[in-house]
């Protein structure tokens, strides 16, 4: 019965000093939230990257597109007759065409510029690569589209912009340290009397402390929901139309959902935001509240 | 009750304390006399542990206080009254809600909190301004408050440190009178002054302090029956 009834005084308290931060307490909040969706933005675009090139490591399928008037059967039964292919599919120019059509919305018929094309399956991702320098000879074929190619910048580019993001992200974080510890600070100081008073009355360290920390806590927990928003949304729309533009020009056999690793994400960011927040609450408290 | 043996306390390079002894018994009633500078504040903070001595030992009821862990001393605090020259009344709080303060962070139930905040304003005779804000309240009435607050958990010992400093000399001897009728409850009171003359006005212990040092313990105008 007595810890509920300081935990729930410890409760109205912090409500009290919640009350009493006033403006502070936007400051407080955007900052943090701009951290923090920074962060889980760092993240997503980390984990979506990976993603991506985990799946293309694994493709086993690469297009061939054959320059005009080449030999197509003969072309797909030269191929299929490489060990490490397991199939050739031919789509004709016509097929895709209208394919295409289809999915851009054209409806003019006439005017094919596409070529025949074939769909290349080796038996295992790691044939795909030598099985592509081996056909790349042969005559009568314009262009080969394989995806662990194009991403091979896209490596490059994941790896300076994570380093990139997480330093302005640190940038960040110690600047919320800074007006989070302020914020605590002044209502500390301007609490001093009440602090003392209840000192000398005998009234438990954390009871003292408790709303201070709790304070912090509650920085952190609306900052990560606020900051989950952008991330959700650009998850939603900018992502999954990124993806069918995409699987229009590649032959791709998977979908990107990095859906579930926004759940972990959030829980990452809510994490940080509380641990961040309490321990700063914290250490102002130790510094600034003596027994 | 308590017991001060070779007590000295140090500030950096500045003796507060020079080398005190006493003994206090259970339920006396104790003045600490002596100029600004001389080291009452010291003293007392010693027993509350806001400051810690620097050689000697300190016990209250046995326990010794100089040495107890920080993490003990609210435990010791539960078992004292503060007074405080300048009251330390919450001014946005009411009367009643400045006694009930402390207990609400001890965790005592409302009924509870009630009874005790009651029962205190009634010794000091302010029940009917439990309602009022600080600055409602005269000085000697402001400092009655700050002695329900210190009695309302009815500790064995109640210190006060210049209780009458910001008083008039008609309401410091109501104030003395008001601790000596606590002390009369049973209730150990340690009480400082700079004002020797009204001290006079009493026939209790006197401990008077200079520079630290402690000149003199008597018991004035020792009663004729005693
Ligand atoms: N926190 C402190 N730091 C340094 N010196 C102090 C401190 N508190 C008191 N003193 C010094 O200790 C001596 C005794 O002070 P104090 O106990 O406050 O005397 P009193 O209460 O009798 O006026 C004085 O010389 C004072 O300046
Ligand atoms: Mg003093």
Avoid at chain 1, 269 to 279: D, K, P, R, W
Avoid at chain 2, 99 to 116: H, M, N, T, W
Avoid at chain 2, 148 to 168: F, S, Y
Wanted: include cysteine; charged fraction near 20%; hydrophobic fraction near 45%.
């Amino acid at each position: 019965m007595r810890s509920l009834r300081i935990i729930w005084r410890i409760l109205k308290e912090t409500y009290q000093s919640i009350k009493f931060s006033g403006m502070s307490n936007f400051m407080v909040i955007s900052i943090l939230t701009v951290t923090l969706a920074l962060f889980g933005g760092v993240l997503q675009f980390n984990s979506s990257i990976k993603q991506i090139y985990q799946n293309l490591d694994n493709q086993l399928e690469f297009s061939v597109y054959l320059l005009d008037g080449a030999e197509t059967k003969s072309l797909a039964n030269k191929i299929s007759q490489i060990e490490e292919v397991k199939k050739v599919d031919i789509i004709p120019k016509s097929v895709a065409w209208k394919n295409f059509r289809a999915k851009f919305g054209f409806s003019n018929e006439a005017g094919n510029p596409l070529p025949d094309t074939l769909h290349v399956n080796v038996r295992k991702a790691q044939d795909l690569k030598p099985v592509v320098e081996k056909i790349k000879n042969y005559s009568g074929i314009e262009q080969i589209s394989y995806a662990p190619e194009l991403f091979q910048g896209l490596k490059r580019v994941r790896s300076i912009l994570f380093s990139f993001g997480l330093f302005i992200t640190l940038i960040l974080a110690i600047s919320t340290i800074t007006i989070i510890s302020n914020t605590i600070q002044l209502i500390i100081k301007s609490r001093s009397l009440e602090i003392k008073i209840l000192r000398l009355v005998g009234v438990d360290d954390w009871f003292i402390r408790g709303p201070f920390i709790t304070h912090g806590i509650f920085y952190g927990v609306v900052s990560a929901f606020i900051a989950i928003i952008p991330l959700l949304i650009f998850q939603k729309f900018i992502w999954n139309s990124f993806q069918s533009s995409f699987k229009t020009i590649m032959p791709l056999t998977f979908n990107f959902d990095s859906s579930n690793e926004l759940g972990l994400i959030f829980f990452i960011m809510l994490l940080t935001g509380v641990t961040v927040c309490s321990a700063s609450s914290y250490m102002v408290t130790s510094r600034y509240i003596k027994i | 009750m308590i017991k001060f043996k070779n007590v000295s306390k140090f500030y950096g390079p500045i003796k507060a304390l020079d080398n005190i002894s006493f003994d206090v018994e259970a339920g006396e009633m104790v003045f600490v006399v002596g100029p600004s500078g001389a080291g009452k504040s010291t003293l007392m903070k010693l027993l509350y542990r806001e400051e810690k001595n620097t050689h000697g030992q300190i016990s209250i009821n046995n326990i010794d206080v100089s040495s107890l862990s920080s993490d003990k001393i609210p435990y010791l605090r539960r078992r004292m009254g503060i007074i405080f020259q300048d009251f330390k009344l919450l001014p946005n709080k009411t009367i009643f809600d400045n006694i009930a303060y402390g207990l609400r962070g001890l965790g005592v139930s409302e009924f509870e909190i009630q009874k005790r905040v009651g029962g205190a304003l009634n010794l000091v005779a302010l029940l009917d301004r439990a309602n009022a804000y600080p600055d409602e309240l005269s000085g000697g009435e402001q400092q009655r408050i700050g002695i329900a607050r210190a009695i309302v958990q009815g500790p064995p010992l109640v210190i006060a440190d210049e209780p009458t400093g910001n008083l008039d000399p008609k309401t410091s001897i109501e104030i003395f009178n008001l601790l000596k009728s606590i002390s009369l409850r049973g209730t150990t009171v340690l009480v400082s002054t700079h004002n020797h003359k009204i001290v006079k006005e009493f026939r209790e212990r006197v401990l008077v302090l200079e520079g630290g040092k402690l000149v003199n313990d008597t018991i004035l105008n020792p009663s004729p029956y005693a």
